[in-house]
């Protein structure tokens, strides 16, 4: 799977948009970047995926730019509780000995403050 | 996710116990995983199961084991072979084989004193 680099820590007003970016310049054709969070000694959440268009859900929107090469997880208007470790990770879905397999890097720690 | 239990939240074992951790889940999926995190670090796979009475290692299962007798259940047991026992445990399930979306379970964090 294709390494991702993200800033180690972000900071962010509550009620702004959290804009949270990814690097992922040797993703190749099947690989799908996702993105999950990670709350101090609690599990990853799982936030949204996508492979090239542009995704949104109810909780956040994804950008991925046109090449592919870097994207941008969005957060729309933050609160308190979206303080979290943001772990961004580009995923082959062909199978091989990576079957499976979720490669988590160091994230971005993101700080909502009031 | 509610649908994914894992226990005890907190385990603590005496060095050279065998321990068991519980992962059940009740949204019928297939396949089922096992990662471990250390402080400040990311998770690492350990096995992985995509259905009943299967499963294969993943890229630490050395001083682990597992079962997959029933689709709900997929135990972990950490040995006494296990050299650094003391991490965060977490089980994940997917709906089909392991290039579905994972989503996890609360974890178990295992203290080995």
């Known amino acids: 799977d294709a390494k991702t680099t993200q800033p180690t820590s972000m900071d962010c007003a509550e009620g702004r948009a959290a804009n949270l970016p990814c690097n992922h310049s040797t993703i190749s054709g099947n690989e799908y970047v996702y993105w999950y969070r990670q709350i101090h000694s609690q599990g990853p959440q799982y936030i949204i995926h996508?492979?090239?268009n542009n995704e949104t859900n109810e909780m956040a929107s994804l950008i991925i730019t046109e090449d592919r090469k870097s994207s941008t997880l969005i957060l729309p208007h933050a609160t308190l509780r979206d303080t979290a470790v943001y772990y961004c990770?580009?995923?082959?879905?062909?199978?091989?000995?990576?079957?499976?397999?979720?490669?988590f890097g160091q994230g971005t720690i993101l700080t909502v403050h009031p | 996710d509610g649908g994914i239990t894992q226990s005890p939240k907190y385990l603590f074992r005496k060095e050279g116990q065998n321990v068991t951790l519980s992962c059940e889940q009740n949204l019928n999926h297939d396949a089922m995983y096992w990662y471990r995190q250390d402080p400040g670090q990311g998770l690492r796979l350990i096995y992985y199961?995509?259905?009943?009475?299967?499963?294969q290692k993943g890229d630490i299962a050395e001083g682990y084991s597992v079962s997959r007798e029933k689709k709900e259940s997929f135990p972990l047991t950490v040995t006494s072979a296990q050299k650094n026992p003391t991490a965060f445990y977490l089980c994940a399930i997917s709906k089909g084989p392991g290039t579905d979306t994972q989503y996890f379970g609360p974890g178990t964090r295992l203290t080995v004193l």
């Open positions: 996508g492979l090239k």
């Open positions: 199961s995509q259905i009943v009475n299967d499963f």
């Open positions: 990770i580009v995923r082959s879905l062909a199978g091989g000995t990576s079957y499976g397999k979720l490669t």
